[in-house]
């Protein structure tokens, strides 16, 4: 490996060093790893959101539609899109969908194939991570709260969107550590226990309907 002598480096040529260094793709631990989360994940959510777009295409042709994802009184589709949290930006969120985990499969080919990224990159996509767990925090707050309903194909986009979350925390925090980042070492018992939280949370706040749907009488 060469070693950089900088004492024998003017303070110019330090400076340029280090600003070369800044522009060098950063390798972090497991990248091969977080390329395949990344284009499953993205093909997964992108699905799902095609299917939640075909649901909405459906429910515009003929509102009183019964859709293959309305399963019962909580797995229902239809409550979602036809409310206002589905086009919150004053169009489908299904667009968004498409184009972000469209973005996301992309991003995990280049990472596969490349197995480093630039600074640049890891920005954006910890920026992105960034907005998917306020998405997710807020569909989770509308799902329970507003409309009282879970959508099957939302259902699918959180666990899409959760390990794309975990790694890519765990990736950023990786690299600011020199490798020794604990949400890295710990990525998939974290997305096991949100996705056994939510599971759980689930359960026990639609209890009631769960019981009166399925005849529970326990």
Request: net charge negative.
């Amino acid at each position: 490996m060469t070693m950089t002598n900088f004492d024998q480096m003017t303070d110019e040529e330090i400076e340029a060093y280090l600003a070369e260094k800044e522009k060098a793709p950063v390798a972090a631990p497991g990248i091969r790893e977080y390329g395949w989360v990344l284009l499953i994940a993205g093909i997964v959510g992108a699905f799902a959101s095609f299917q939640l777009l075909l649901g909405e295409w459906e429910l515009a042709e003929n509102p009183g539609a019964s859709l293959a994802c309305d399963v019962n009184a909580v797995l229902a589709c239809s409550t979602f899109l036809t409310s206002w949290e589905g086009s919150i930006l004053g169009f489908s969120n299904s667009y968004v969908g498409i184009a972000g985990f469209g973005a996301m499969a992309l991003f995990g080919i280049y990472v596969i194939i490349k197995k480093s990224l630039p600074r640049e990159m890891w920005t954006a996509l910890a920026a992105a991570a960034g907005v998917g767990l306020l998405a997710l925090l807020w569909f989770q707050y509308t799902s329970f709260i507003s409309s009282g309903t879970l959508c099957p194909w939302c259902l699918v986009i959180w666990a899409a969107l959760i390990p794309f979350i975990t790694q890519t925390a765990g990736q950023v925090h990786a690299n600011l550590t020199d490798g020794r980042s604990v949400v890295w070492r710990f990525r998939w018992l974290i997305v096991i226990v949100w996705y056994i939280a939510i599971a759980a949370f689930a359960f026990f706040y639609f209890l009631d309907t769960w019981k009166f749907v399925y005849g529970w009488d326990w």
